[in-house]
């Protein structure tokens, strides 16, 4: 699994990420071929830390893993559960694409791009949620009987991690807010509304999830409200 685009770029602007003098990045990078050896349909796979907040995200394929972090962020997702109740959880897309429940718009925006399965795993330092971990695979159950494998994998990422202080929610989210007055105020505006209908929030309250969706996500603020009217419409 290679960086997305996005990433590649919040490393070069925002980095680098140091582990004890070896780049976060290139260490998730070996992790996610270790990842790939016990569960091989694994596609994608995305590391969200909550402070400061940066997004790693690799994929192996031409799935857009990012923008799926983005879709939970704004309309509700495992990644978020897993992160609220602090428990790993598995998701098994093929079952709920049809079901109008929770997490309705994430499992046909997965299904939509060859995802059939993910598993959530929270990232905690001491009893501290910091993070979550999204892995994306191509086959249904992938990481039912691998998810302890996985877990105990992607666990030794953080250990002793110093992360660039430089890094703050304040530098990116100006830049994703700067973003919007440039070439994309109408189209949020549109998503917003959709998505207040959806959830039953403001049309603010909608702006808002979006900024904050596509800034967590790591991806631009066109991609994330188009994605949102695609899903809406």
């Avoid at 993070?131 to 159950?141: E, W």
């Avoid at 949020?188 to 996500?217: F, M, N, P, Y």
Wanted: with cysteine; net charge negative; aromatic share 6%.
């Amino acid at each position: 699994m290679e960086p997305t685009p996005g990433t590649l770029r919040a490393d070069d602007a925002f980095g680098p990420f140091l582990l004890h003098g070896k780049d976060l990045l290139a260490r998730l990078q070996e992790l996610g071929r270790r990842v790939q050896h016990v569960v091989p349909a694994c596609m994608g796979l995305s590391v969200s830390l909550t402070d400061p907040v940066v997004t790693f995200t690799l994929a192996s394929t031409d799935v857009d893993v990012a923008i799926l972090d983005g879709v939970q962020y704004a309309a509700g997702g495992p990644c978020v559960h897993a992160v609220e109740v602090d428990e790993t959880i598995h998701f098994d897309v093929a079952d709920n694409v049809l079901d109008e429940g929770r997490w309705h718009h994430f499992a046909r925006a997965a299904a939509s791009r060859g995802v059939e399965s993910t598993l959530s795993l929270p990232m905690l330092d001491q009893a501290r949620v910091v993070g979550v971990f999204n892995l994306y695979a191509s086959t249904p159950d992938a990481f039912v009987t691998s998810a302890p494998e996985v877990s105990a994998i992607l666990g030794t990422w953080l250990e002793g991690a110093v992360l660039n202080a430089d890094l703050t929610w304040s530098t990116r989210e100006a830049a994703s807010r700067g973003e919007a007055t440039l070439g994309v105020a109408t189209r949020l505006a549109v998503a917003a509304t959709l998505l207040a209908g959806d959830l039953d929030i403001t049309v603010a309250a909608g702006s808002e999830r979006l900024l904050d969706a596509a800034l967590r996500a790591g991806v631009s603020l066109d991609e994330m409200v188009g994605c949102v009217i695609d899903l809406l419409t």
